[in-house]
Nanobody, 121 residues
Framework: QVQLVESGGGLVQAGGSLRLSCAAS????????VRWYRQTPGKQRELVAT???????NYADSVKGRFTISRDNAKNTVYLEMSSLKPEETAVYYC???????????????WGQGTQVTVSS
C-alpha cells in the first residue's frame, strides 16, 4: 500500500514563510511528476507548482518568485517552500504524485490528506 502524507501547515502572519513536506511511503518503485494544489471553500482547486522526475518545475503565475518546489528522491519527499505569504493564500494544500507501485505495470495518481495553511492579516 502506497500513501502520501503532507505536513508543515499551520498559522502564519502575512509576509511570513512556511515549508510544506509531502512524504511517500509503501511499496514504491518510482515516483514521477509531483504537484502541489490548494483549495479554498467555494473555489476550484488550483494547481500551485509541479516538479517532474528530471527536476523541471512550473508554477502558477500568482506564486512565481515566492514559492519553490523541490524533491529529495532518496527520501521520497517533495517540499514546497512558501514566502511572502498573503491572506488570500489561506487554503488546504494537497500533494499529488504519479507513483509506480511494486508489482504494478502502470503509474497511478495518489493524493495526500491535505494540510491547512492559514495566513493572518
Amino acid at each position: 500500500q502506497v500513501q502520501l502524507v503532507e505536513s508543515g501547515g499551520g498559522l502564519v502572519q502575512a509576509g511570513g514563510s512556511l515549508r510544506l513536506s509531502c512524504a511517500a511511503s509503501g511499496s514504491i518503485v518510482n515516483i514521477n511528476t509531483v504537484r502541489w494544489y490548494r483549495q479554498t471553500p467555494g473555489k476550484q482547486r488550483e494547481l500551485v507548482a509541479t516538479i517532474t522526475s528530471g527536476g523541471s518545475t512550473n508554477y502558477a503565475d500568482s506564486v512565481k518568485g515566492r514559492f519553490t518546489i523541490s524533491r529529495d528522491n532518496a527520501k521520497n519527499t517533495v517540499y514546497l517552500e512558501m514566502s511572502s505569504l498573503k491572506p488570500e493564500e489561506t487554503a488546504v494544500y494537497y500533494c499529488n504524485a504519479d507513483i509506480l507501485g511494486r508489482g504494478s505495470w502502470l503509474f497511478r495518481s495518489y493524493w495526500g490528506q491535505g494540510t491547512q495553511v492559514t495566513v493572518s492579516s
